[in-house]
């Protein structure tokens, strides 16, 4: 049974950080593509980053780079996702997807989701 847990969602300031995990049960990522993909309130669900084990291929979305990093630890079995300089576009649902091919940014290619992580920017 694979399943996805996020967490480390909260309440930040703009300019502020956060680190947001992905647990990995029933399987191990070795073979598969970690995303992270956010919806916020009236917006479609849109790809953020995502990393995938067998080849060190990563991606992000043009809106987060430089910003956010995304990692793995293999022997946790988890990935995160660091949010620097948070600003008020990015409160969103964050979720993290996986598939077991390579990374990509289209959320209709990936076959097991978390329930999402809240994260919210307000001065």
């Known amino acids: 049974q694979l399943q996805l847990v996020e967490s480390g969602g909260g309440l930040v300031q703009p300019g502020g950080s956060l680190r947001l995990s992905c647990a990995a049960s029933?399987?191990?990522?070795?073979?598969?593509?970690i995303g992270w993909f956010r919806h916020a309130p009236g917006k479609e669900r849109e790809g953020v980053s995502c990393?995938?084990?067998?080849?060190?291929?990563?991606h992000y979305a043009n809106s987060v780079k430089g910003r956010f990093t995304i990692t793995i630890d293999n022997d946790k079995n988890t990935v995160y996702l660091q949010m620097n300089s948070l600003e008020p576009e990015d409160p969103a649902v964050y979720y993290c997807?996986?598939?077991?091919?390579?990374?990509?940014?289209?959320?209709?290619?990936?076959?097991?989701w978390g329930q999402g992580t809240q994260v919210t920017v307000s001065s």
């Open positions: 990393i995938s084990s067998s080849d060190d291929n990563t």
């Open positions: 997807a996986a598939r077991d091919w390579r990374c990509a940014l289209t959320s209709s290619m990936y076959n097991t």
């Open positions: 029933g399987f191990t990522l070795d073979y598969y593509a």
